[in-house]
Nanobody, 118 residues
Framework: VQLQAFGGGLVQAGGSRRLSCAASGSISSINAFGWYRQAPGKQRELVAT???????NYADSVKGRFAISRDYAKNTVYLQMSRLKPEDKAVYYC?????????????WGQGTLVTVSS
C-alpha cells in the first residue's frame, strides 16, 4: 500500500484548505484511513480517522472545523479543514490500517505541511 498526501500550503487564519491522500496498491483490506499531524517540537497526534465501517473519529481540537471523507471510486481520502487556527500549523500525515489474516499493518504517507498565518 502506498499513500501520497498533498494539498498543504500557506493559509490565513480563519481560512480553509483541503488535503488529499491518494492510496494505491492492495487497498481492499484497508479497514481504516486517517490523518495525523505533527507540530514543531510536539509528538504526532491523531486528527481524524474514517473506518470502512463504523464511526468517524475526530480529535477534540478539530471537531466542528475539520471533516474527513473518503472517495472509494478514486481511492482517495480527504481532510477538509475550515476555520484554521495558527495552532493547526503542522505536517499532516495520511495513515492507513490494514488487517490481514496473519497480521496487521500500518502505512504512512510522506506528510504535507500546512502553515497558518495569524
Amino acid at each position: 500500500v502506498q499513500l501520497q498526501a498533498f494539498g498543504g500550503g500557506l493559509v490565513q487564519a480563519g481560512g480553509s484548505r483541503r488535503l488529499s491522500c491518494a492510496a494505491s496498491g492492495s487497498i481492499s483490506s484497508i479497514n481504516a484511513f486517517g490523518w495525523y499531524r505533527q507540530a514543531p517540537g510536539k509528538q504526532r497526534e491523531l486528527v481524524a480517522t474514517i473506518p470502512s465501517s463504523g464511526i468517524i473519529n475526530y480529535a477534540d481540537s478539530v471537531k466542528g472545523r475539520f471533516a474527513i471523507s473518503r472517495d472509494y471510486a478514486k481511492n482517495t481520502v480527504y481532510l477538509q479543514m475550515s476555520r484554521l487556527k495558527p495552532e493547526d500549523k503542522a505536517v499532516y500525515y495520511c495513515y492507513a490500517h490494514q488487517t490481514l489474516p496473519v497480521r496487521e499493518y500500518e502505512y504512512w504517507g510522506q506528510g504535507t505541511l500546512v502553515t497558518v498565518s495569524s
